[in-house]
């Protein structure tokens, strides 16, 4: 049997939605492209500085045709599938698979703790490896490095110096910037911008710097 049902089946199957929103990309390398934001409910982490802690529970049940409706009612091709854990649900992987079918430019933000083997190979894959401020960071699934590309990205959200040593071994140890780009965000309201500007620029790390664009603009996470 193929490794996604067949379209017809695909879209009868249903996720839990918190919600599917139109916005300004605030992260990654597609930072400020106008995108459509599907947030899939439920996840396995509590890290500490989560700001879509309301994505846990609830949500609407619906069908991925009502979804891709949806996605289709705005005038653009990037659509980001988040969560919460989206990959939390079995679902997201026909999610993905029949957004990717439609021509859609599809970026997939995971926080690394569940295996994305099966992820569409057409599918941007942003892995948020947990740091020790966050406190899930014994969750991280290293073997999940064999499935990067250059086209995915690594990213990392630091809480404090501690956490920005700790990302600098681990690029080190695991020779991060060969496979993909890898991104350091200070954590909102914990780590001063500039001081992680000028570590990075100290130790010249083969990373790039990234704030939350949207937290700029209107002070809030996507969707709020």
């Known amino acids: 049997m193929d490794r996604f049902a067949s379209d017809a089946s695909r879209l009868t199957a249903t996720l839990r939605i918190t919600e599917i929103f139109f916005s300004l990309q ?8 106008p995108t459509v934001f599907v947030r899939l409910t439920g996840c ?8 879509t802690a309301y994505a846990f529970h609830g949500g609407e049940s619906l069908t991925l045709e009502k979804i891709i409706a949806e996605v289709s009612r705005y005038q653009t ?6 969560g919460g854990e989206p990959l939390a649900q079995k679902r997201c992987l026909d999610l993905l698979g029949a957004l990717a079918d ?4 599809v970026s997939l933000e995971t926080s690394g703790a569940l295996d994305m083997a099966q992820v569409d190979a057409r599918i941007s894959k942003i892995l948020d490896i947990k740091t020790p401020g966050s406190g899930e960071s014994e969750k991280n699934l290293w073997t999940n490095l064999a499935y990067l590309t250059p086209q995915d990205e690594i990213k990392f ?5 501690a956490d920005y040593i700790w990302a600098k071994q681990m690029l080190a140890e695991h020779r991060l910037a060969t496979l993909c780009p890898v991104l350091l965000s ?6 001063e911008p500039r001081a992680l500007a000028e570590w990075i ?23 709020h």
């Not at 605030?26 to 492209?33: C, D, F, K």
């Not at 439609?102 to 430019?105: H, K, L, S, T, V």
């Open 201 to 223: 620029l100290r130790d010249a790390l083969p990373v790039r710097m990234q704030m939350q664009l949207h937290k700029q603009i209107w002070g809030v996470a996507p969707g």
């Open 26 to 33: 605030g992260e990654t390398s597609r930072v400020g492209l």
């Open 77 to 82: 091709r990037y659509v980001t599938v988040t």
């Open 186 to 191: 200070p954590a909102h309201g914990e780590l």
């Open 44 to 51: 396995p982490l509590r890290c500490g500085y989560c700001d």
């Open 102 to 105: 439609r021509g859609y430019d």
């Open 157 to 161: 959200v630091l809480c404090s110096e």
